[in-house]
């Protein structure tokens, strides 16, 4: 009996431990499952900051053909990846022709200041004509929007650039967003101030930071986050958030007429000379 008692003593503490480790290895499985998710108009490139570009439409990876694509293009794509611009475009090596991936665009008309690669005007019609051989690829800038961000400026942690938890930068500081009474409403004007038409979602999901807001107020039409709360009085992150930071899901709807939020800074009480927001 004696031996049973120690052997408990000794396997029921291991056991637990293990139960935790279990569950803790299964919640950040739930969350990476969750993180990747892709949606229409997402880009990506093969390397760190430059390399193949690829997009995300009708569910599928497709590339981009060099046909008028411009530097303005290239700036576009660099922006919706989180960097400060493009430093060139070329056509990918010739290596990679028999990727066989659809080639989902050609001929892009960019400004240079569009939010997202689908705000730019593209060819109506299929490039019958386009292959792999004639894929673009991107080189950014290293340098990240988000260094130099301005009074209100949304982010999105994640994995992919239209997923991942909400943060804002408030007072000089990048802070979470509590998912309190956090509605699609609230989400949708997060998205579109990122230039993406509306959110498909929003949950509880983010684990780490301090909590800038919490209470909102927004009507399903505002293009910037920052018509749908008050600035912040104090300097403190809040303490009263029941539930935790909030992640959000951005997707862009071809169909959508919304227009892009604009001139989405801050105008703090006491600051009158913050930067504006890029359209």
Known sequence: KRAQVVISAVLCPIANIMARVIFAAYLYILHCAVAVQFNTGDVKLDGDSSGLLEIYLSGNWGTVSHVNFSKGAADVVCHQLGYSGALNFSVANGTLIFRGTPVWLAGPNCTGNELHVLRCKWDE???????????????????????????????????????????????????????????????????????????????????????????????????????????????????????????????????????????????????????????
Not at 193 to 217: A, C, R
Not at 225 to 251: A, E, H, K, M, Q
């Open 125 to 279: 019609s299929p490039c019958n004509t386009c292959d792999n051989r004639n894929d673009i690829s991107v080189q950014c800038n290293s340098t990240r929007i988000w260094d130099n961000p301005y009074e209100g400026y949304v982010r999105l942690n994640g994995a992919s650039q239209s997923n991942g938890q909400l943060l804002v930068y408030l007072k000089g500081q990048w802070g979470a967003v509590c998912a309190d009474n956090f509605t699609k409403a609230e989400a949708d004007s997060v998205c579109r101030q990122l230039g993406y038409t509306e959110s498909n979602g929003h949950q509880l999901m983010g684990v780490s930071g301090g909590i800038w807001l919490k209470n909102f107020d927004c009507s399903e039409s505002e293009p910037c986050f920052t018509d749908c709360y008050d600035y912040p009085v104090n300097s403190s992150w809040i303490t009263d958030c029941l539930s935790g930071p909030v992640d959000v899901s951005c997707d862009y709807n071809i169909t959508a007429d919304w227009s892009p939020g604009t001139d989405c800074w801050y105008q703090s009480p006491s600051n009158s000379s913050l930067t504006t927001a890029s359209s």
